[in-house]
């Protein structure tokens, strides 16, 4: 009998695929499910997997893989898609389809599975990385076959044995990792109302938040985070801590318009407190520690980086020649900085480094500056020698 590795959530979609595809396919299923710091019952996720029947099962704690291959690469691109996602979805699909294949190859398996709808970006992320991975494996996608509609397929649950969930007719359609929590459907596919309070969770509301500001203190290391308010501290802890403090606070709600990979533009609300926290204080000191130059060619390379990740090329060459780039600058972002939360607002307030290109001397208008104001002169003539000659033959040419 042929073998099939399902990505495997728990939930009644993917429970539903599950039978299906035993019966569809008249098939073994095995399947897999990962921790990316989406906060389930794991053991209870393997029970019901192994009441439907599946001929075994992966339960992979992944979330220090997650963060050091995914998130950190994330955070040292200024990962942003369209200047707003942090990619929070988007990063964790590789590494899922990553662990797929490499379960099918182990299990011997000719083809992995997933829930991913027709409409989404998931479904190239995770099909792209597979085929890419591993090119002798089918990649099967029942919902984009099967045409059920949310009553046939509890109609389908019902009949089969499947445990309905107690909160089945919840609004929203939610994915969450360690750096972000995605929410959909609703009310939220009306881009013109205000998002309800009950879409979120990890966030309280700006006007909620405590009336005395909070601050944060961020230490990075070769670009990446390692310490918080003085204490060095592990990646998890440290996201899952800056998560706490800044949701606290009401920081991390984005709700944007998004052009989805496929076409359509969609309206999306995330929560992604440590993201936004992190990501602003690390584009701070890279301002500090960069040239100019670099600077502005480091975000042409980080929106391409953020563009790629976003549309399932997380196996595209072109991402690891840019992080080749990426890695060179990230050498120089040592330091810490300040950041100030209050009620919804995030604002760097201070920082410092020992790669600091900022020189007080130079900068300073106190009578002690280094700098010869004297050599301002002919630099402007200079700067706007091209600009002041096209001015001229402009003028002339109306004359």
Known sequence: ??????AYSGGLDTSVLLKWIQQKYDAEVISVTLDVGQKEDLDAVQAKAESLGVLKHYSIDAREEFVKDYVFPAIKANGLYQEKYPLSTALSRPLIALKLAEIAEREGAEAVAHGCTGKGNDQVRI?????SISPRLKVLAPIREWGMTRDEEIEFARAN????????DKPYSIDQNLWGRSIECGLLEHPDVEPPEDAFEWTVPPEKAPDTPQYLTLKFEDGVPTGLNGEEMEPIELIETVNNVAGMHGIGRIDHIEDRLIGI??????????????IE??????????????????RQVDAQWAFLVYTGLWMEPLREDLEAFIESTQTKVNGEVKVKLFKGSLRVVGRSSPRSLYDFKLATYDRETTFDQKLSEGFIELWGLPTRISNIIKRKGKS
């Open 127 to 131: 099909e792209v990385t597979v085929r």
């Open 161 to 168: 044995g499947i445990p309905i969930p107690a909160d089945l």
């Open 281 to 298: 204080a690390h584009k701070d000191l890279e301002k500090m520690v960069l040239t100019r130059h670099e600077y502005q060619f480091k």
């Open 265 to 278: 533009k969609s309206r999306e609300v995330y929560e992604c407190p440590a993201a936004t926290v992190i």
């Open 1 to 6: 009998m042929k073998k099939i590795v399902l």
